[in-house]
């Protein structure tokens, strides 16, 4: 009877890795290129900042919201 508990374990093991094989390769059939860890949390990082950046400059310059949208477009460089 143990074994039949091993062989579902095994069952779904099995089947996890096909669909993580499945969504993988279908990932990397539209382009997508696999990043490491460091990549990843570089790049969490930098958005954070920047993020935490314009805040941080934007927040103060504008009373009203039209002059907060303001500011902020200028910060972002939107040609408006």
Request: charged share 25%.
């Amino acid at each position: 009877m143990w074994w039949l508990v091993w062989v579902g374990i095994g069952a779904v093991l099995l089947v996890l890795l096909a669909i993580s094989w499945w969504l993988d390769r279908d990932a990397r059939r539209r382009g997508a290129s696999p990043l490491s860890a460091a990549q990843m949390n570089r790049g969490r990082w930098a958005r954070d900042r920047g993020i935490e950046q314009e805040i941080t400059q934007v927040g103060p310059q504008g009373l009203s919201p039209r002059s907060q949208d303001a500011a902020r477009s200028i910060w972002r460089g939107d040609p408006r």
